[in-house]
Protein backbone atom coordinates (compact mmCIF):
# COMPACT_ATOMS: atom_id res chain seq x y z
CA UNK A 1 0.00 0.00 0.00
CA UNK A 2 0.99 3.61 -0.58
CA UNK A 3 1.43 6.21 1.82
CA UNK A 4 2.22 9.73 1.50
CA UNK A 5 3.96 12.66 3.80
CA UNK A 6 3.69 16.14 3.72
CA UNK A 7 5.96 17.56 6.48
CA UNK A 8 4.89 21.12 6.38
CA UNK A 9 1.15 21.51 8.24
CA UNK A 10 0.98 25.30 8.06
CA UNK A 11 3.12 27.37 6.34
CA UNK A 12 2.85 31.15 6.27
CA UNK A 13 4.40 33.57 3.69
CA UNK A 14 4.52 37.23 2.87
CA UNK A 15 3.08 38.09 -0.92
CA UNK A 16 6.04 37.35 -3.42
CA UNK A 17 7.40 35.17 -1.09
CA UNK A 18 8.72 31.80 -2.82
CA UNK A 19 7.00 28.89 -1.82
CA UNK A 20 7.61 25.45 -1.78
CA UNK A 21 5.79 22.43 -0.22
CA UNK A 22 7.20 19.03 0.45
CA UNK A 23 6.05 15.65 -0.25
CA UNK A 24 7.09 12.39 -0.43
CA UNK A 25 5.25 9.06 -1.17
CA UNK A 26 5.80 5.49 0.16
CA UNK A 27 5.50 2.73 -2.75
CA UNK A 28 7.33 0.41 -4.57
CA UNK A 29 6.10 0.34 -8.24
CA UNK A 30 5.45 2.93 -10.78
CA UNK A 31 3.16 5.80 -9.37
CA UNK A 32 1.28 8.87 -10.60
CA UNK A 33 1.54 11.87 -8.62
CA UNK A 34 -0.84 14.68 -7.88
CA UNK A 35 -1.07 18.21 -6.30
CA UNK A 36 -5.13 19.53 -5.67
CA UNK A 37 -5.80 22.81 -4.27
CA UNK A 38 -8.54 23.99 -1.75
CA UNK A 39 -9.19 27.18 -1.58
CA UNK A 40 -11.62 28.86 0.99
CA UNK A 41 -15.25 27.13 0.10
CA UNK A 42 -14.68 25.84 -3.51
CA UNK A 43 -13.93 22.19 -4.88
CA UNK A 44 -10.93 20.22 -4.11
CA UNK A 45 -9.45 21.10 -8.02
CA UNK A 46 -6.33 19.41 -9.58
CA UNK A 47 -3.23 22.23 -9.64
CA UNK A 48 -1.22 19.24 -11.65
CA UNK A 49 -0.04 15.88 -11.97
CA UNK A 50 3.05 13.68 -13.11
CA UNK A 51 2.16 10.20 -14.61
CA UNK A 52 5.46 9.95 -17.27
CA UNK A 53 7.91 11.80 -19.23
CA UNK A 54 9.40 15.37 -18.28
CA UNK A 55 9.82 15.06 -14.33
CA UNK A 56 9.42 18.94 -14.19
CA UNK A 57 5.69 19.58 -14.16
CA UNK A 58 3.85 22.72 -14.91
CA UNK A 59 0.09 23.54 -13.56
CA UNK A 60 -2.06 25.87 -13.55
CA UNK A 61 -1.83 29.31 -11.55
CA UNK A 62 1.92 29.11 -12.09
CA UNK A 63 2.71 26.19 -9.71
CA UNK A 64 5.26 23.58 -10.86
CA UNK A 65 6.55 20.05 -9.17
CA UNK A 66 9.31 18.38 -9.55
CA UNK A 67 9.29 14.64 -9.51
CA UNK A 68 12.38 13.10 -8.22
CA UNK A 69 12.45 8.95 -8.40
CA UNK A 70 15.18 8.65 -6.36
CA UNK A 71 13.98 10.84 -3.43
CA UNK A 72 10.30 9.28 -3.93
CA UNK A 73 9.66 13.36 -3.66
CA UNK A 74 7.32 15.30 -5.79
CA UNK A 75 7.41 19.01 -4.11
CA UNK A 76 5.22 21.93 -4.73
CA UNK A 77 6.72 25.04 -5.73
CA UNK A 78 5.76 28.93 -7.24
CA UNK A 79 7.95 31.42 -7.18
CA UNK A 80 6.22 34.43 -6.04
CA UNK A 81 3.05 33.61 -4.26
CA UNK A 82 -0.09 35.90 -4.00
CA UNK A 83 -2.78 36.97 -1.30
CA UNK A 84 -5.44 34.41 -3.73
CA UNK A 85 -2.97 31.32 -2.98
CA UNK A 86 -4.31 31.18 0.54
CA UNK A 87 -5.70 27.62 0.54
CA UNK A 88 -5.12 24.05 1.55
CA UNK A 89 -2.79 21.80 -0.69
CA UNK A 90 -2.78 17.93 -0.86
CA UNK A 91 -0.37 15.55 -2.51
CA UNK A 92 -1.47 12.26 -3.53
CA UNK A 93 -0.29 9.48 -4.92
CA UNK A 94 -1.90 6.34 -7.16
CA UNK A 95 -0.58 2.81 -8.46
CA UNK A 96 0.78 3.55 -12.36
CA UNK A 97 -1.32 0.30 -12.82
CA UNK A 98 -3.17 -2.24 -11.66
CA UNK A 99 -6.24 -2.31 -9.12
CA UNK A 100 -4.15 0.23 -7.16
CA UNK A 101 -4.23 2.56 -10.41
CA UNK A 102 -8.20 3.90 -9.37
CA UNK A 103 -7.44 4.82 -5.60
CA UNK A 104 -6.02 8.01 -4.65
CA UNK A 105 -3.69 8.52 -1.33
CA UNK A 106 -3.71 11.50 -0.04
CA UNK A 107 -1.59 13.48 2.52
CA UNK A 108 -2.64 15.11 5.22
CA UNK A 109 -2.20 18.44 3.75
CA UNK A 110 -0.63 21.87 3.79
CA UNK A 111 -2.49 24.97 4.78
CA UNK A 112 -0.63 28.29 3.13
CA UNK A 113 -1.16 31.47 4.42
CA UNK A 114 -0.21 34.59 2.82
CA UNK A 115 -0.34 37.66 4.49
CA UNK A 116 -0.68 40.93 1.89
CA UNK B 1 -23.24 22.02 -17.35
CA UNK B 2 -20.92 18.96 -16.24
CA UNK B 3 -19.84 18.24 -12.99
CA UNK B 4 -20.71 16.47 -9.46
CA UNK B 5 -23.31 17.51 -7.21
CA UNK B 6 -23.68 16.38 -3.92
CA UNK B 7 -26.40 17.49 -1.57
CA UNK B 8 -27.25 19.03 0.73
CA UNK B 9 -24.08 21.08 1.70
CA UNK B 10 -25.20 20.90 5.77
CA UNK B 11 -26.35 18.05 7.27
CA UNK B 12 -27.58 17.89 10.62
CA UNK B 13 -28.79 14.71 12.46
CA UNK B 14 -29.50 12.98 15.63
CA UNK B 15 -26.58 10.72 17.30
CA UNK B 16 -28.93 7.21 16.54
CA UNK B 17 -29.89 7.60 13.27
CA UNK B 18 -28.54 7.09 9.85
CA UNK B 19 -28.25 9.13 7.25
CA UNK B 20 -28.17 9.03 3.37
CA UNK B 21 -25.89 11.96 1.30
CA UNK B 22 -25.97 12.02 -2.24
CA UNK B 23 -23.65 11.93 -4.87
CA UNK B 24 -24.20 12.43 -8.55
CA UNK B 25 -22.68 13.08 -11.95
CA UNK B 26 -23.40 13.80 -15.23
CA UNK B 27 -19.65 13.24 -16.63
CA UNK B 28 -20.00 9.54 -17.71
CA UNK B 29 -17.45 8.70 -15.63
CA UNK B 30 -17.46 4.77 -14.57
CA UNK B 31 -15.12 5.00 -11.37
CA UNK B 32 -16.80 6.73 -8.15
CA UNK B 33 -15.34 7.44 -4.93
CA UNK B 34 -16.44 8.78 -1.14
CA UNK B 35 -13.88 10.08 1.23
CA UNK B 36 -13.93 11.70 4.63
CA UNK B 37 -12.07 15.34 5.33
CA UNK B 38 -11.14 15.76 9.20
CA UNK B 39 -8.88 19.23 9.81
CA UNK B 40 -5.02 17.73 9.71
CA UNK B 41 -6.19 14.37 8.39
CA UNK B 42 -6.23 14.93 4.93
CA UNK B 43 -8.75 12.61 2.82
CA UNK B 44 -9.47 9.05 3.38
CA UNK B 45 -11.17 6.21 1.48
CA UNK B 46 -14.43 5.05 2.89
CA UNK B 47 -15.46 2.99 -0.44
CA UNK B 48 -15.19 3.07 -4.13
CA UNK B 49 -16.99 1.85 -7.17
CA UNK B 50 -15.52 1.06 -10.66
CA UNK B 51 -18.66 0.08 -12.60
CA UNK B 52 -22.48 -0.12 -11.80
CA UNK B 53 -23.12 -2.62 -9.16
CA UNK B 54 -19.83 -3.52 -7.75
CA UNK B 55 -18.11 -1.22 -4.67
CA UNK B 56 -15.07 -2.08 -2.93
CA UNK B 57 -14.35 -0.80 0.93
CA UNK B 58 -11.66 1.56 1.25
CA UNK B 59 -9.53 2.51 4.39
CA UNK B 60 -12.13 3.64 6.13
CA UNK B 61 -15.28 1.62 5.45
CA UNK B 62 -16.77 0.78 8.89
CA UNK B 63 -19.92 2.12 10.19
CA UNK B 64 -20.46 3.27 6.79
CA UNK B 65 -22.64 1.77 3.43
CA UNK B 66 -22.92 2.27 -0.22
CA UNK B 67 -25.11 1.32 -3.56
CA UNK B 68 -24.25 1.68 -6.85
CA UNK B 69 -27.07 0.95 -8.73
CA UNK B 70 -26.82 3.50 -11.52
CA UNK B 71 -23.35 4.72 -13.31
CA UNK B 72 -24.74 8.42 -12.36
CA UNK B 73 -25.44 7.92 -9.34
CA UNK B 74 -23.51 6.66 -5.57
CA UNK B 75 -25.34 7.61 -2.34
CA UNK B 76 -23.29 7.10 0.93
CA UNK B 77 -25.43 5.56 3.82
CA UNK B 78 -23.83 6.61 7.36
CA UNK B 79 -25.02 4.58 10.03
CA UNK B 80 -25.34 4.80 13.43
CA UNK B 81 -22.26 2.47 13.88
CA UNK B 82 -19.79 5.29 13.00
CA UNK B 83 -18.56 6.00 16.05
CA UNK B 84 -17.30 9.68 15.16
CA UNK B 85 -19.40 10.73 12.26
CA UNK B 86 -19.12 14.63 11.87
CA UNK B 87 -16.72 15.59 9.23
CA UNK B 88 -16.66 16.65 5.74
CA UNK B 89 -17.55 14.31 2.91
CA UNK B 90 -16.22 14.51 -0.82
CA UNK B 91 -17.43 12.41 -3.26
CA UNK B 92 -15.26 11.59 -6.34
CA UNK B 93 -15.49 10.31 -9.99
CA UNK B 94 -12.74 9.65 -12.59
CA UNK B 95 -11.79 8.92 -15.93
CA UNK B 96 -9.07 7.29 -17.28
CA UNK B 97 -7.04 9.95 -19.66
CA UNK B 98 -6.02 8.83 -22.79
CA UNK B 99 -1.82 7.38 -22.13
CA UNK B 100 -2.31 8.55 -18.86
CA UNK B 101 -3.77 7.98 -14.85
CA UNK B 102 -7.45 7.95 -13.40
CA UNK B 103 -7.89 11.34 -13.23
CA UNK B 104 -10.25 12.21 -9.95
CA UNK B 105 -12.56 15.07 -10.08
CA UNK B 106 -14.37 16.06 -6.64
CA UNK B 107 -17.98 17.53 -5.65
CA UNK B 108 -18.52 20.01 -3.39
CA UNK B 109 -18.87 18.33 -0.72
CA UNK B 110 -21.59 17.25 2.48
CA UNK B 111 -20.91 18.93 6.25
CA UNK B 112 -22.47 16.12 8.18
CA UNK B 113 -22.59 17.46 11.87
CA UNK B 114 -24.22 14.78 14.27
CA UNK B 115 -25.84 15.81 17.58
Known amino acids: AQSVSQHNHHVILSEAASLELGCNYS??????LFWYVQYPGQHLQLLLK??????LVKGIKGFEAEFIKSKFSFNLRKPSVQWSDTAEYFC??????????????FGKGTKLSVIP | DGGITQSPKYLFRKEGQNVTLSCEQN?????MYWYRQDPGQGLRLIYY???????QKGDIAEGYSVSREKKESFPLTVTSAQKNPTAFYLC??????????????FGPGTRLTVL
Open chain 2, 92 to 105: ASSIKLAGGPYEQF
Open chain 1, 27 to 32: YGGTVN
Open chain 1, 50 to 55: YFSGDP
Open chain 1, 92 to 105: AVNAGSGAGSYQLT
Open chain 2, 27 to 31: LNHDA
Open chain 2, 49 to 55: SQIVNDF
